[in-house]
């Protein structure tokens, strides 16, 4: 049973900064390519990041340069770590699995708020 389990939001200031955990179960995570998304209310979900099995990276355009995605296939995470935060990057942001032929799986959401 695959469990994605996210966890570092909050309350932060414009400008602030904080670090998305995802500790993942129940998968081989070191074959799985591994993505943040994110959903503010009345918007569709997007992405934000991704990090292949073999490290490659994609970013939207709205937040390059200024969040990092990496892994640690040791510990089964990965993070997304998020400088110079906007308002217009409040929402809730989810872990996502994905493999070829094995689907997605998806993690709770974790709340961010950028607001003073």
């Known amino acids: 049973q695959v469990q994605l389990v996210e966890s570092g939001g909050g309350l932060v200031q414009p400008g602030g900064s904080l670090r998305l955990s995802c500790a993942a179960s129940?998968?081989?995570?070191?074959?799985?390519?591994m993505g943040w998304y994110r959903q503010a209310p009345g918007k569709q979900r997007e992405l934000v990041a991704s990090i292949t099995s073999g490290g490659m990276t994609n970013y939207a355009d709205s937040v390059k340069g200024r969040f990092t995605i990496s892994r640690d296939n040791a510990k089964n995470t990965v993070y997304l770590q998020m400088n110079s935060l906007k308002p217009e990057d409040t929402a809730v942001y989810y872990c996502?699995?994905?493999?070829?032929?094995?689907?997605?799986?998806w993690g709770q959401g974790t709340q961010v708020t950028v607001s003073s």
């Open positions: 129940g998968i081989l995570f070191s074959t799985y390519t």
């Open positions: 996502n699995a994905a493999r070829t032929f094995d689907g997605n799986s």
